[in-house]
């Protein structure tokens, strides 16, 4: 079902290793800021409900509303110690070749150029020493690349789909979607700035005959302008609500460049591998 998807490789473009922390990469940092900007940061909905009319129901994008308290248990797995290791751990092309790890796992994937690798070492920019290589050419990722959180859970980069996919694209990775046992989140990309796209929609499809569940995280939300992102995450949420039944009912929005929305996923990461137990979920 995925050739539809294939395109050529590009050529990538190899991201250096040595890089600084971001100032916003921890809660710490922000929790310092102004409480409005704050309250964008964490929750990057909020910043968009004044656009909203009254009569749109705000519930399906508030499901999962943890606590500054509980973010900060989450963030501490994203903190390497000698204890807790973040690793990168290998490549593989090929399901047979794949890591034979236990931990709960979750992958990442999406059209090519979406910013899946900018959101993997954003999510990861307290540990800087990782390296994460993300291309200015779309289609850099070409294997599917596995990192150890510690012993809590395994993030998976897959190659994007679309333009530039590799050419093996879906004997590498349907294979692993469809027979990964300790996959426990499929975590889609959609690109806030242009919407749902053809490619995006076989690709839920795919996502609903795998029958596992997974979450739509909406990339690039500081880009195009509040109206653009509000009408395709309108679209998204109805297009979610009719069309599919194993997807989590909130997108997650995301910008890897201004840190919105990082440490809200790296929370609900850390909650779906089972690895914190959250105090409450409900907006206060």
């Known amino acids: 079902m995925f050739r539809r998807l294939l395109l050529q490789p590009g050529l990538p473009v190899h991201a250096p290793t040595c890089r600084s922390v971001h100032r916003l990469a921890s809660l710490q940092k922000v ?9 964008s940061l964490l929750y990057p909905f909020s910043g968009l409900e004044a656009y909203l009319d009254r ?7 508030q499901l999962f509303h943890p606590s500054l ?33 236990k931990a709960p796992e979750v992958c990442f994937i999406g059209r090519s150029n979406v910013g899946k690798s ?9 540990v800087p020493e990782l390296e994460v290589r993300v291309s200015k050419t779309p289609g850099h990722t070409k294997k599917m690349n596995f990192f150890r959180v510690g012993g809590a859970f395994t993030v998976v980069d897959l190659p994007g789909y679309g333009h530039r996919a590799p050419r093996d694209f879906v004997e590498m ?21 242009v919407g749902l796209q053809k490619a995006d929609l076989i690709a839920v499809q795919m996502c609903e005959e795998i029958r596992t569940p997974f979450a739509v995280v909406v990339t690039k939300v500081d880009k195009g302008g509040a109206g ?5 995450l309108m679209d998204l949420q109805e ?35 089972g690895s914190i137990r959250l105090r409450d979920t409900s907006p206060s």
């Open 239 to 273: 297009f979610l609500k009719s069309r599919t039944s194993r997807c989590f009912p909130q997108p997650f929005l995301i910008s890897s460049l201004d840190y919105s929305g990082i440490h809200l996923l790296r929370c609900f990461l850390a909650h779906v591998t």
């Open 118 to 126: 900018s959101l993997i070492r954003a999510l990861f920019s307290l």
């Open 31 to 39: 929790a310092a800021l102004p409480p409005r900007r704050m309250q």
């Open 173 to 193: 990775v349907e294979p692993y979607l469809f027979g990964r046992r300790n996959l426990v989140r499929t975590f889609l990309l959609v690109d806030g700035a």
């Open 69 to 101: 308290e509980d973010m900060m248990e989450a963030e501490k797995l994203f903190r390497c110690s000698p204890s807790h290791r973040i690793e990168y751990v290998s490549s593989a092309e090929r399901m047979a070749h794949a890591p034979a790890l």
């Open 228 to 232: 653009v992102l509000l009408s395709n």
């Open 55 to 61: 009569s749109v129901d705000r519930t399906p994008f």
